[in-house]
């Protein structure tokens, strides 16, 4: 249950990641999803409230520092309440990148989750032209490194903030939010897809903080390399599979919280059978 509530989340954000069809973006479109545009400082704290079947799950916070030459971006959660009593859990994603070419390119990735008293951190380091270096693991007391990948999980791909970033700068680009966005997470490789389902009004609440336009759309992420069976019947993809028996894909809308101000989002709604899951935002802390 924790692990799928911050799926949902990282879904916010890149999509997902945290948090799982290869088909590829056309020519054009691939183009535009890479291009970085940052013209002047942007700092941005959004913090989000995730509430499951109506009780108030998850608490988190997307912090961005967009530069024209580099970006810093993280993502904290922690479960909240009676759910985090049953379920202790937490996770920071952290990552530094630089733009090269006008395309946003990682430079370190980490990922630090903690469930009860267990640790477990992995860093993925690249190389100056955005390829895979290698992944270093910490967990039970053991130390894994691995520097040999199969192409077929990292040629073009980027880690899961990288790829929230592209999203949210290309939606901002083209004010739609559609597109294919390639994402290993040190394991595996999935693609992120959007299909954009229009705009609509958002009204500020007890639980949202955003009122105003914001653009509407469903994703889908699609498995492509590095997949066990298992994986296919558990977190993200056994919701997911949930949602489209369902005909009810998950859905968030994104907006620009000020003039200028870059995409970023706003809500994120999932029916599964573990019932409803929505996440609103709540605060922007310019910092």
């Given at each position: 249950?924790?692990?799928?509530?911050?799926?949902?989340?990282?879904?916010?954000?890149?999509a997902a990641?945290?948090?799982?069809?290869?088909?590829?973006?056309?020519?054009?479109?691939?183009?535009?999803?890479?291009?970085?545009?940052?013209?002047?400082?942007?700092?941005?704290?959004?913090?989000?409230?995730?509430?499951?079947?109506?009780?108030?799950?998850?608490?988190?916070?997307?912090?961005?520092?967009?530069?024209?030459?580099?970006?810093?971006?993280?993502?904290?959660?922690?479960?909240?309440?009676?759910?985090?009593?049953?379920?202790?859990?937490?996770?920071?994603?952290?990552?530094?990148?630089?733009?090269?070419?006008?395309?946003?390119?990682?430079?370190?990735?980490?990922?630090?989750?903690?469930?009860?008293?267990?640790?477990?951190?992995?860093?993925?380091?690249?190389?100056?032209?955005?390829?895979?270096?290698?992944?270093?693991?910490?967990?039970?007391?053991?130390?894994?490194?691995?520097?040999?990948?199969?192409?077929?999980?990292?040629?073009?791909?980027?880690?899961?903030?990288?790829?929230?970033?592209?999203?949210?700068?290309?939606?901002?680009?083209?004010?739609?939010c559609e597109?294919?966005?390639?994402?290993?997470?040190?394991?595996?490789?999935?693609?992120?897809?959007?299909?954009?389902?229009g705009t609509?009004?958002?009204?500020?609440?007890?639980?949202?903080?955003?009122?105003?336009?914001?653009?509407?759309?469903?994703?889908?992420?699609?498995?492509?390399?590095?997949?066990?069976?298992?994986?296919?019947?558990?977190?993200?993809?056994?919701?997911?599979?949930?949602?489209?028996?369902?005909?009810?894909?998950?859905?968030?809308?994104?907006?620009?919280?000020?003039?200028?101000?870059?995409?970023?989002?706003?809500?994120?709604?999932?029916?599964?059978?573990?019932?409803?899951?929505?996440?609103?935002?709540?605060?922007?802390?310019?910092?």
């Amino acid at each position: 249950m924790n692990r799928f509530l911050f799926k949902s989340l990282m879904s916010l954000s890149f999509a997902a990641t945290l948090a799982l069809q290869a088909v590829p973006a056309s020519a054009g479109y691939e183009k535009a999803s890479l291009r970085y545009e940052v013209e002047a400082p942007q700092k941005l704290g959004l913090n989000y409230d995730v509430y499951a079947g109506g009780f108030k799950a998850l608490a988190a916070t997307l912090a961005m520092d967009l530069d024209p030459k580099a970006y810093d971006m993280s993502l904290t959660a922690k479960t909240q309440g009676a759910i985090g009593s049953l379920f202790p859990w937490e996770a920071t994603y952290e990552t530094s990148g630089r733009a090269k070419d006008g395309a946003p390119v990682p430079t370190l990735h980490t990922a630090r989750s903690s469930w009860k008293k267990d640790e477990k951190v992995t860093e993925m380091q690249f190389a100056p032209n955005g390829d895979v270096l290698k992944t270093t693991t910490h967990e039970d007391n053991k130390t894994k490194v691995k520097k040999d990948f199969d192409p077929k999980l990292t040629t073009d791909a980027v880690d899961m903030l990288t790829g929230a970033l592209q999203m949210l700068q290309h939606s901002g680009q083209t004010s739609k939010c559609e597109g294919t966005f390639p994402v290993f997470d040190g394991k595996r490789r999935f693609n992120i897809t959007l299909h954009d389902d229009g705009t609509e009004k958002l009204e500020k609440s007890k639980y949202s903080a955003f009122n105003g336009d914001a653009l509407r759309c469903t994703l889908k992420v699609e498995p492509v390399a590095g997949f066990k069976k298992k994986d296919t019947e558990r977190g993200w993809m056994a919701v997911q599979a949930h949602t489209e028996a369902r005909k009810k894909p998950p859905t968030l809308w994104l907006a620009q919280m000020e003039q200028n101000g870059p995409m970023v989002p706003v809500r994120m709604e999932i029916a599964s059978a573990y019932g409803s899951v929505v996440a609103h935002l709540t605060g922007l802390q310019n910092k």
